[in-house]
């Protein structure tokens, strides 16, 4: 387990994890929820400490940058590529995928929805606990569109994360829960948030099956930071205090 542990540290992060045994495949995702807190609690140690010297509008923008950078930019890249690719009037959307240059309209989206998280961050009731459980939010939406997705042929490494183990979205839901009790304790929201993000990442599965015959890295991405957004408005929505 420890080598699947490492795996999902490394394959998330920019961390220099040397882990040569274990290969990259769907069962890290059991550990995304865990590596998720990992990544969301370093940001929130960052955020406590450039809160204290600057102006949380500032603070909030260094911590997103801190974010994109600790996840090597990573989802980011999928979700241009996938806006390019549903926005293009090509048939060959499969092209565009491939295509690593970044067009007009995704870096439009790209600008707009960084922009929406940073709003949304700012003006958030508890942002320490918005800081802590983004990523979390986020990874277990890629466990659950990876267990209901369909592969795209031989589309890249994203298709070694779709898989039918109902062990591993369990294994991986529980742990995700089991964070979000601890860290937040209201159990009405949380059930809220799940249904939510379960009911999101349930939907775009079929539709990207659909409109571009599979699931591949860029749509797991793309999903990453769509739910990104939904929680953090869910999350403005509530009353916490």
């Known amino acids: 387990m420890i080598n699947l542990f490492l795996a999902s540290l490394k394959f998330l992060t920019i961390l220099p ?3 040569k ?3 990259v495949d769907y ?3 059991i550990f995304f929820p865990t590596v998720a807190f990992i990544i969301g609690s370093l940001c929130y140690f960052v955020f ?3 809160n204290k010297i600057l102006d949380l509008k500032v603070s909030v923008f260094f911590i997103l940058s801190f974010y994109i950078i600790i996840s090597d930019f990573f989802h980011l890249d999928g979700f241009v590529d996938t806006i390019d690719a549903l926005f293009s009037f090509k048939k060959d959307k499969l092209q565009i995928l491939k295509d690593p240059h970044i067009g007009a309209v995704g870096a439009i989206y790209l600008v707009l929805i960084i922009f929406a998280k940073y709003v949304l961050l700012v003006n958030a009731k508890n942002i320490g606990i918005c800081i802590l459980l983004l990523p979390v939010y986020s990874k277990t939406a ?3 569109i990876g267990f209901f997705g369909k592969k795209m042929h031989n589309e890249g490494i994203g298709k070694n994360f779709l898989y039918s183990d109902f062990k ?3 294994l991986s839901l529980v742990s995700s829960v089991a964070i979000c009790l601890l860290v937040l304790k209201k159990v009405y929201l949380i059930f809220g948030l799940f249904l ?4 999101v990442s349930f939907l775009l599965s079929k539709y990207f099956s659909y409109k571009l015959k599979g699931i591949n ?3 797991f991405g793309f999903v990453n930071e769509i739910l990104e957004v939904v929680f953090l408005f869910i999350f403005n929505l509530s009353f916490m205090e």
């Open 142 to 144: 890629l466990c659950i």
């Open 48 to 50: 406590v400490m450039l």
């Open 21 to 23: 045994k274990q290969e």
């Open 217 to 219: 890295g860029d749509v």
């Open 168 to 170: 591993v979205l369990i």
């Open 17 to 19: 994890i040397s882990n």
């Open 27 to 29: 069962k890290i995702m």
């Open 196 to 199: 939510i993000n379960f009911f």
